[in-house]
């Protein structure tokens, strides 16, 4: 019995496959990589500039030049994320980053526990 028609349809059938399924998958792997660089971009935005927005608007807070320290560091991480080209962040997840570095910047000893001595 003579294989080789057989291994030449297979062969043919696979390349023919790989040509129609390899576009699509080498796009799905440029959007996974594009996304997966995003999600660290965005969260070495976040842990980099929350602290620094955080104590600039506690300064200004405590000159009397603002009103509204948490609303202002918002807005401030915000236009950084803009900076980074990360402008679609929900709001919501910007605001919790602030009240995330306010705790780590000032009240880090509630997080404690009470039988924990605290050096002042």
Request: aromatic fraction near 8%; proline fraction near 4%; glycine fraction near 6%.
């Amino acid at each position: 019995m003579e294989f080789q028609p057989l291994l030449d349809a297979v062969a043919d059938f696979v390349q023919k496959g790989l040509l129609i399924l390899l576009p699509g998958l080498a796009s799905a792997a440029v959007v996974w990589v594009k996304l997966e660089l995003d999600k660290r971009k965005l969260l070495w935005v976040l842990k980099r500039y929350a602290p620094m927005v955080v104590q600039e608007a506690e300064r200004l807070g405590y000159l009397g030049k603002i009103n509204d320290k948490k609303a202002y560091a918002v807005g401030l991480l915000q236009k950084a994320l803009n900076q980074y080209g990360l402008g679609k962040v929900d709001s919501e997840l910007v605001s919790l980053e602030i009240e995330a570095a306010v705790i780590q910047e000032f009240n880090w000893q509630e997080l404690l526990p009470e039988d924990l001595p605290v050096e002042a």
